[in-house]
């Protein structure tokens, strides 16, 4: 090989395999600081919008276990209602029963009257109960998204249920009218009534069941969702730091050869002299 002064080939070749090290370093450097595999979007412009979309979808389904918990939460709050609607007409059954006691005089009748009354009154309220401002109780249902993406197919509908309807509710007994309650309100209403309340509270377990399992599935599918993000953008710590003690020592070998290519110019002014 000629020997020359105005170019280095060797110092060149050194210094390039020196860069490129150096660079490979600093990635690795920045992935092993930043736990990221994609520092920029130049390190993988694909994996990159993929893990957006799938992280993206994960939050939703984080959303959607939020709406799910508000919705159980309601559905809680509406049987505890329902309980107590149910516990009140057993107590009017109850009276009704002792109304029609021959040995009661004029005074105690009056009495389970005035306790038929203030249960009336009690039935009522219950029939006007809200949950964070949302009516418990009326002629219009709730639905509920159990998807990331909102589908209507898989959406969960919670029934209508109108307490104080006449008909399929509490509103015959709470609004009966009469001097008292021997002639006032027949037992089968009542009955009628206390049904009403055990078919409201059976669909309302039911759509909490139904609930419970869309919340697992999201559970499931959130933590599928953030394992594959992680696949992703996630850096394996154990790989890059094997890669990070090549590359150092490759900076290292390439900074010790350029030195040496540097010298390598001194052989021809030893022929000058």
Known sequence: MAVVIN??????????????????LQKSLNRLSSGSKIVSPADDAGGLAVSMKLG???????????????????????????KVAGKVLDRISELKTLYVDPTK??????????????????????????????AL?????????????????????????DLGHTATGVGAVSTAGGTNLGTGLALSTITAAIQ?????????????????????????????LEAA????????????STQLARWNTLVQ????MLSQANGSAQTALKLLQ
């Open 56 to 82: 993206a979808a994960a939050k939703r389904q984080g959303a959607a276990l939020a709406n799910i918990g508000n919705a159980t939460s309601y559905l809680q709050t509406q049987d505890g209602a329902l």
């Open 137 to 161: 109780f009326g002629t219009n249902g709730l639905t509920v998204a159990v998807t990331e993406d909102a589908a209507v197919a898989s959406s969960v509908t919670m029934a209508a249920r």
């Open 229 to 240: 993000t992680s696949r992703i953008i996630d850096v394996d710590v154990a790989s890059e």
């Open 105 to 134: 005089n004029t005074s105690d009748l009056a009495n389970y009257d005035s306790e038929f009354t203030a249960l009336q009154a009690q039935l009522t309220a219950l029939t006007t109960e809200k949950f964070n401002g949302v």
């Open 7 to 24: 170019t280095n080939y060797s110092a060149t070749v050194a210094s390039n395999n020196l860069n490129a090290s150096n660079a490979a």
């Open 196 to 224: 009403n309340v055990a078919t409201f509270r059976a669909v309302n377990g039911a759509e909490q069941s139904r609930l419970g399992f869309a919340s697992e599935l999201l559970t499931t599918n959130k933590a599928n």
């Open 253 to 256: 070998a390439g900074t010790s």
